[in-house]
T-cell receptor, first 112, second 114 residues
Framework: GENVEQHPSTLSVQEGDSAVIKCTYS??????FPWYKQELGKRPQLIID?????GEKKDQRIAVTLNKTAKHFSLHITETQPEDSAVYFC???????????FGDGTTLTVKP | EPEVTQTPSHQVTQMGQEVILRCVPI?????FYWYRQILGQKVEFLVS????????KSEIFDDQFSVERPDGSNFTLKIRSTKLEDSAMYFC????????????FGSGTRLTVV
């Protein structure tokens, strides 16, 4: 089955710096790659996603890149703010009615 | 904005007891999921449900687990004979077009088995 690896497990940056979180996946049939943000004690919330027919997608300070050949995708957050502090999960899916496989999560801390 | 609603928010149960976790997905969504998250760990897939049947389940989803959509709105997860290791946050999720679209997660049920 699909295996998603996520790095780093923890990331600490100064406010205003950029943060990059990387994920790799094993199943070349996966074609949808969402990113979720989970604040402490709350539900995961979708923040951005990318499909396999696209190499990059941007939404304000957040961008995601996908390299299908290498089977990896990354989340980039620019101009980080303290409210960006959370656990970020990547995931990979390939079928409608099946599952998303999640990475282990990255705890991002943005220091003011 | 439409929400996925889960009840109860917290459930404490004795080992060996049965629990039912309830979810009300977004009304026009067709695909329903249960995930669990042990404290501090990743989100783990349990089961997906579409067209009134299970479409995929994980190794975690063994015979002690079952899901049901008893009416047009509720989606339930039953855990028979709970074990200590079932203690986790259980999230329900739904989408209107399947796992290749982003999930809307419910706020979760924290299950504590004592």
């Amino acid at each position: 089955g699909e295996n998603v690896e996520q790095h780093p497990s923890t990331l600490s940056v100064q406010e205003g710096d950029s943060a990059v979180i990387k994920c790799t996946y094993s199943d070349s049939a996966s074609n949808y790659f969402p990113w979720y943000k989970q604040e402490l004690g709350k539900r995961p919330q979708l923040i951005i996603d990318i499909r396999s027919n696209v190499g990059e997608k941007k939404d304000q300070r957040i961008a995601v890149t996908l390299n299908k050949t290498a089977k990896h995708f990354s989340l980039h957050i620019t101009e980080t703010q303290p409210e960006d502090s959370a656990v970020y999960f990547c995931a990979a899916s390939k079928t409608n009615a099946g599952k998303s496989t999640f990475g282990d999560g990255t705890t991002l801390t943005v220091k003011p | 904005e439409p929400e996925v609603t889960q009840t109860p928010s917290h459930q404490v149960t004795q080992m060996g007891q049965e629990v039912i976790l309830r979810c009300v997905p977004i009304s026009n969504h067709l695909y329903f999921y249960w995930y669990r998250q042990i404290l501090g760990q990743k989100v783990e897939f349990l089961v997906s449900f579409y067209n009134n049947e299970i479409s995929e389940k994980s190794e975690i989803f063994d015979d002690q687990f079952s899901v049901e959509r008893p009416d047009g709105s509720n989606f339930t997860l039953k855990i028979r004979s709970t074990k200590l290791e079932d203690s986790a946050m259980y999230f329900c999720a739904s989408t209107n077009q399947g796992a290749i679209y982003g999930y809307t997660f419910g706020s979760g049920t924290r299950l504590t088995v004592v």
